[in-house]
């Protein structure tokens, strides 16, 4: 900062890591919403209004009006997906824009596969089934049955970097491995199938799209249809992928076996959804990428992707 300019201005509408957040105040001059999140919309256009730099979070819809309201010369998302971006308007614009993948794709697999893991052994359920006081004797050869994961097949769908880290991790339980993506992969240790095929053949199926046009809805009624009944369903990617009202359905009237979702279609997510009513569904609160060493990684790739923006430069990881 030359003696004597004027810091420029940067909205952050969720709070940061404080050795971020310091940083970023030296350079700039940042407003930051520290209340209740996501932030309510007037105050999210209220706040970017003057700003050149917006760092937001994957709740934030930074569409078309939010952009016109500023002159941003940088988005910096806190996460991988950036689907709550208009990204043609803002490209448009010519403004840049900055993503943090990599660094949650642990993270979000290992997520996954605890998903795959409760669901299929039932952990969470009986859990529920203690607290409830409903355990009321012990459990004999045919009482309260899971799931192997050995040699049961794995349909991935989606195999970037987070498919091809769950890919890992089922190889190391000596699981069955199908994928199916819009390019094939070399070295993952996976099959590529046709995706009918990785639906009617696999024992598990988990989701890892970015959510588009293409995916939105992806899972819905005819595809649950075609699963095998003792088939379960993970989602860690976005929840607009699955059609809900469907998948409840289908998990009442057993159609598929089970479920693990991370994500919903609108978050966050009360008693009164219709998910939450079932037993043979785990339900997590959006932690994919939910560890402390992940968020910070992700909260120091934010404010980079921002620093180079800022400058007129490509962020280090652009979208
Ligand atoms: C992401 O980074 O897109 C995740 O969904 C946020 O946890």
Redesign the pocket.
Known sequence: MIPGSVKKRVFLTGRLHDVVQRDLKKRYSTKVHGGKMPIPRSELLDGVRGAEGLVCF?FDRIDREVIDAADLRVISTY???FDHIDVAHAKKRGIKIGY?PDV?SDATADLAFCLMLDSMRRVTEGDRMIRRGGWRSVLGAYDYVGHGMQAKTLGIVGMGRIGRALAKRAAAFGMNITYYSRRRVRGSGARYVPFERLVSESDVISLHVPHTAETDNMIHAGVLKKMKPGAFLINTSRGAVVNERDLAGALRRKVIAGAGLDVFCSEPVGRRHPLAGLQNVVLSP?I???TAETRLKMAEITACNLRLGMAGRRPRYSV
């Open positions: 994957p996460s991988v997906g943090t949650l959006h994919g990428s939910s």
